[in-house]
């Protein structure tokens, strides 16, 4: 059984910095990548942020110069620095991950269940 469990999500105000987190568990062999989407409210869900296991990143092109993904392989955790929020920023951000588990031959795809992050003054 795999968990993503993401953390570090609130309310911030215009301008403000957030960072979220999160952790992968459960019978993990290797990761290959790890991924942060957002869903704003009547919205289709977007990719945001994409790393692959040698640290290679992709952004979406709203959040490119504000966002930093990044990734600790020996925690597998996946990290997002979000600075210069914008009130077009707030979403439920959900982190995705394609993973091998212990029996199976392939990756498969997981996600979290979502932290909120909202930008308001």
């Known amino acids: 059984q795999v968990q993503l469990v993401e953390s570090g999500g609130g309310l911030v105000q215009p301008g403000g910095s957030l960072r979220l987190s999160c952790a992968a568990s459960?019978?993990?062999?290797?990761?290959?990548?790890m991924a942060w989407y957002r869903q704003g409210s009547g919205k289709q869900r977007e990719l945001v942020a994409i790393?692959?296991?040698?640290?290679?990143?992709t952004y979406a092109g709203s959040v490119k110069g504000r966002f930093t993904i990044s990734r600790d392989n020996a925690k597998n955790t996946a990290y997002l620095q979000m600075n210069s929020l914008k009130p077009e920023d707030t979403a439920v951000y959900y982190c995705?991950?394609?993973?091998?588990?212990?029996?199976?031959?392939?990756?498969?795809?997981?996600w979290g269940r979502g932290t909120q992050v909202t930008v308001s003054s």
């Open positions: 459960g019978s993990i062999v290797s990761i290959k990548t």
């Open positions: 790393i692959g296991s040698s640290g290679t990143t």
């Open positions: 995705n991950s394609a993973l091998k588990t212990y029996g199976n031959s392939g990756y498969n795809n997981y």
